[in-house]
Structure formats: structure tokens, C-alpha cells
């Protein structure tokens, strides 16, 4: 018996389309949208963003293991995009799906620094997100440990020309 792959949702920042990482690591993402999330993106000395999120708001943590990381993104079938305490941004990304999260999410962890065992920058973590008026569970990846150490910016490339004002669509508005 074969196990049921299941699509991945990814919010990401750093490899949005134009990006320089995208065309080698999301070529096989099946569906790019935008999106938002609550949290706080810092725009780094080094060079490139690092993304805060709320600890409230982290619904699971990654493993080594896509599949079952896909499988528990699907166990949460109705999240509501809610602002969290405190002093938290809407952050503007994309959302891609991949369809085969065990052949696609590897080589993105291996480019943010992701492990589950050891010392590294980022962890993959599953949020809510907004897209299209409705609110679904994504994977991210979590900087928390790099927080403060850049200007704060809610979108990347910070100077981007298509960059637009912050808005808060759908359920997320009024809160």
C-alpha cells in the first residue's frame, strides 16, 4: 500500500518570484499567491531577512521528515489568522504549494539553515496565513533567535518597488 503525499504550503519571503534563489529552489512549486502573516521581518546587516514569529502563533514545529510535516499540515484543516500580543506586523510573502514536499522542502531547509537536531538560525514552523480572503496552515521559517539585529521591514526586498500599503483583508481585518 502506498502512502497518501499530501502538498506542502510554504510562506515564504526570501524566495519570492524575482527573487535571486527562486528559479533554482520553487521551480516546481504547482501555485504562487500572495499572502500575509503576523509577525516581525528584520531586514539584516548580512544582507538578507530574518522573520519573527509569535510563539502563540506557531501551530507545530518541522521535522526531518516532509512527509510527516505535510501530513500534520493537513491535520489542521480551519485556522483563523488572528494578530497576535503585542507589537507584531503583517508580513507580505507568497504562499507556494509543492506537491511533493519530500523531493522539495529538503533542499529549502538545506538553504535556511534548518535541523532538527544541533544549532541553526531558523526552524521551520507551521502558522497561519492569509491568502485570497481565507486563512490556511503554511510552513515558514522562524528566525527568532536573529530578532532585533536589523531594521524592522514588513516585506522583502525591503525597497521593493511593488511593495504596497499594509492591509488586512478578509477575517484578520479589525483585529
Not at 526570501?14 to 527573487?19: A, E, N, P
Not at 512527509?67 to 491535520?75: E, F, I, R
Not at 492591509?167 to 483585529?175: I, M, Q, R, W
Request: charged fraction near 20%; include cysteine.
Amino acid at each position: 500500500m502506498t502512502a497518501t503525499v499530501h502538498p506542502t504550503r510554504l510562506f515564504v519571503y526570501t524566495l519570492r518570484l524575482g527573487q535571486a534563489n527562486h528559479a533554482r529552489f520553487c521551480a516546481n512549486a504547482t501555485d504562487i499567491v500572495p499572502a500575509i502573516t503576523w509577525g516581525r521581518l528584520y531586514a539584516l546587516d548580512l544582507g538578507f531577512p530574518a522573520l519573527e514569529v509569535s510563539a502563540g502563533h506557531i501551530l507545530a514545529q518541522g521535522s526531518d521528515d516532509p512527509l510527516a510535516d505535510a501530513a500534520t499540515q493537513v491535520g489542521w484543516p480551519e485556522v483563523r489568522l488572528e494578530r497576535s500580543e503585542g507589537d507584531w506586523d503583517l508580513i507580505e510573502a507568497e504562499l507556494m504549494t509543492f506537491a511533493n514536499p519530500g523531493w522539495d522542502l529538503p533542499p529549502i531547509d538545506g538553504l535556511e539553515g534548518f535541523r532538527t537536531t544541533g544549532h541553526c538560525l531558523y526552524r521551520r514552523v507551521l502558522v497561519p496565513v492569509q491568502c485570497e480572503a481565507r486563512s490556511v496552515p503554511a510552513w515558514t521559517y522562524d528566525a527568532t533567535l536573529l530578532s532585533g539585529r536589523g531594521a524592522r521591514v514588513q516585506t522583502w526586498p525591503a525597497d521593493a518597488p511593488w511593495r504596497r500599503a499594509r492591509t488586512c483583508p478578509g477575517e484578520c481585518a479589525g483585529k
